[in-house]
Structures are given as structure tokens and as C-alpha cells.
């Protein structure tokens, strides 16, 4: 049995010994000490022992000489029952320690690691990698329809003034998403607006042409940047909060307590963010336009040498209703995908605090790549119709 503390017991040197029996059975007989202070026997000794005892097919073991014992010999038998698994030899541990069994009980039911401590896994094939995937796609597709179909079905409610959802819920969301936003919003954006302009200026000072820094930086804003960098921003800042909160209260079983209670998720707590990223994002566009002009304004006169009137002037001249009216609507759009994809990802969170956090993440790579193929085809779609 193992020493326990205050317990002052003689220490010998730990023995090892295979006895042969009848029927192709032997036992190994387990003596003196087997702590790790000790020089315990190699496994090896074991296989030795075992070679020089042929046919056996079944193996148990002899206790009654063990004096005291530590994790030297959980491990040794943990190693024997493997090196008699690979000779086809059945081990029987029942004559071990009843410690020393839970102990190797325990040692089984933990994965085997490799050297980093994470867990082995085994390395599927490509062809199994490439049906998994397209597994996942195809139910992620699925998921994605389910979701904007219920997503129409409230906007239908909505209109019909049937959705249920609290009208505070919506004006903190607007203000949270919207005016607490202005700050980085309007950072970011008079940041872009320098980038912009010393590219500008950089390349126009060659040819004389400076004063055309006004029509490259309001256009690029006003036409696309203004609106893409709102719609990044928030989806690392409010898309990401969307995916963070219903995934919470997944987690919490929240959703389904309102399912029971007969409310529907989508219309209590997708559609009123839905509504509030919609309706700001346009707004924060405006703003974004504002400080990214005020930003090549900035390089303009303080580079470029022109003065503050003329830039100003350029800007409006360049600038017609149909640049504007693109922004806006790029706008809108990026907003809806940002408030889709958070909303989306959190109510497909899992049920773990793990799980929250790659809901999180999901959501804001999500929004991201669908924004820029947005931006893409928004781009093409305008060229077409002779918005540009």
C-alpha cells in the first residue's frame, strides 16, 4: 500500500519475478518498493520475462510482497498493459491495489498527448477532409436560409405591426451602435482621409496637378471608403458585441426560455438590431465622409500648399448627388450584413464559454469578407446602371 504521512516504513529494493501456471497463464510477482526514488526495474526486464515464459496468452498479478508504492509503478503498469496488448497477452489487474487501480483507470480515460500536451489527433485524408467540408458548407448553407427566411418573416410582422420586441431595446442599440461609435468612427476615418491625400499629393506633384488631391480623396470617400471603414469598424465593435450577447444568453438558456414562453427570438432580439445598424450606419457614413475630406483637407494645405477655400471648392465641385446617393446605399448594405452576420453567429453559439468566444470571432471574419464582396459587386452594379 502507499505510505501515508508520518509513517516510517523500511525501505527495500523493489523485485520483479514471472511465474508460469497452467493453460498458457502466468503472474508476475510485484515485491518491495516501487517509488520513483528508488531504481525501479525497465519495462523491458517484463518483456524479457515474458519471452522466456512462451505461450502465454493470459497475465495477472501477485501483490502480497509490494511494501509501498507511488506513480513509478502506476506508470510501469501502464507500460506493461501496452506491451502485452501489442504480444496479444490478456492482462488481468485485478490482484493490483485498489489505488492503483483507480489510478490507472484514470490514466486511460486521458487522452494520450504529444510533446506540446495537446491532445494526438488523427489526420484524416484528404478525400475524408474534403467530404467533411462539404458537409459543413452544405449545413451551414442551410442554416444561413433558415435564418434569413425567419429574418423576413419578422421584417413582415414588423410591417404589419404584429413583431414583438421592446421599443427601449431599440433606442439604447441605436445609441450604443450609433453615437458611442462617433469617436473611432471619426479617428479611422480622418486617418484614411490623410493616407489618401499623401498618396495624392505624392503622385499629382509630378504633373503640376495638386489641387486634383480634392477630387481623389471626396470621391474615394464619399463613393466607397467613408462607408467601408464605418462598416469595418463596427464589425469588430458592434457585430462582434451582437455575436457576444445572444450567444451569452444561448448559453444561459435564455432563447430557449423565450421560445417557451412563445416569443420569437428573431423578432425580440435580431430584428431590433437589425434596425438600429441599419438605420446608423448611413448616418456614421455621412460622418465618416466628413473627417475623411477634413483629413486630405489636412495634407492639402499643410503638404500640398493649397489653401483651405480652393480645397473645399475642388471637393464640392467634384462631388455630385449620385457619388452621395452610392455611398448611402453601400452604406445601408454594409450595415445589414455587419447586424446579420453578429446576429447569425450568436444564435448559432454552442453552449459553452468557448464556444461565445468563436461565435465572436466568426462573426466579425464573416461580416468582413461579406462586406468586401458587397463593396465588389456594389461597385459593378453602379457602373452598370450609370450610377458612377
Request: charged share 15%; proline share 4%.
Amino acid at each position: 500500500m502507499p505510505q501515508t504521512p508520518g509513517m516510517t516504513t523500511a525501505t527495500s529494493p523493489p523485485t520483479l519475478s514471472l511465474e508460469s501456471r497452467d493453460a498458457g497463464r502466468a503472474t508476475l510477482v510485484l515485491g518491495g518498493t516501487w517509488r520513483l526514488t528508488q531504481r525501479l526495474p525497465r519495462l523491458a526486464r517484463a518483456g524479457e520475462l515474458l519471452e522466456q515464459a512462451p505461450g502465454v496468452t493470459a497475465l495477472d498479478f501477485d501483490t502480497e510482497q509490494l511494501s509501498d508504492w507511488d506513480s513509478g509503478l502506476v506508470t510501469f503498469i501502464a507500460g506493461l498493459e501496452q506491451l502485452c496488448r501489442a504480444r496479444g497477452i490478456q492482462c488481468e489487474p485485478g490482484g493490483l491495489p485498489d489505488g492503483l487501480l483507480k489510478l490507472l483507470e484514470l490514466a486511460r480515460s486521458v487522452p494520450q498527448t504529444g510533446r506540446g500536451g495537446h491532445a494526438m489527433q488523427p489526420v484524416p485524408s484528404f478525400v475524408s477532409q474534403l467530404g467533411s467540408d462539404a458537409m459543413d458548407l452544405i449545413q451551414s448553407t442551410g442554416e444561413i436560409m433558415e435564418f434569413f427566411g425567419e429574418g423576413t418573416i419578422a421584417f413582415r410582422n414588423l410591417l404589419l405591426g404584429r413583431a414583438r420586441f421592446r421599443r427601449s431595446d431599440l433606442w439604447l442599440i441605436m445609441q450604443e451602435s450609433g453615437a458611442d461609435a462617433l469617436p473611432i468612427v471619426g479617428l479611422v476615418s480622418f486617418l484614411v482621409g490623410i493616407i489618401l491625400g499623401y498618396i495624392g499629393d505624392q503622385q499629382l506633384k509630378e504633373f503640376g496637378a495638386q489641387i486634383y488631391v480634392a477630387d481623389l480623396v471626396g470621391l474615394a470617400t464619399v463613393i466607397q471608403m467613408g462607408a467601408l471603414v464605418t462598416a469595418i469598424v463596427l464589425s469588430g465593435r458592434t457585430g462582434a458585441a451582437f455575436a457576444a450577447q445572444i450567444g451569452t444568453m444561448q448559453v444561459n438558456e435564455e432563447i430557449d426560455a423565450l421560445r417557451t414562453l412563445g416569443i420569437s427570438p428573431m423578432e425580440f432580439l435580431v430584428l431590433p438590431r437589425m434596425l438600429a445598424l441599419i438605420a446608423m450606419t448611413p448616418l456614421l457614413a455621412i460622418y465618416a465622409d466628413l473627417l475623411g475630406i477634413l483629413g486630405g483637407a489636412f495634407v492639402g494645405t499643410v503638404v500640398g500648399s493649397l489653401t483651405l477655400s480652393a480645397y473645399l471648392t475642388e471637393t464640392q465641385l467634384a462631388i455630385g448627388w449620385n457619388h452621395i446617393i452610392q455611398g448611402l446605399i453601400a452604406a445601408t448594405v454594409y450595415g445589414a450584413i455587419v447586424a446579420a452576420s453578429g446576429c447569425l453567429r450568436g444564435m448559432q453559439c454552442g453552449r459553452s464559454a468557448a464556444a461565445v468566444g468563436q461565435a465572436t470571432t466568426s462573426a466579425v471574419v464573416t461580416s468582413i469578407v461579406f462586406i468586401v464582396i458587397a463593396a465588389a459587386v456594389l461597385t459593378i452594379i453602379f457602373d452598370a446602371v450609370g450610377l458612377s
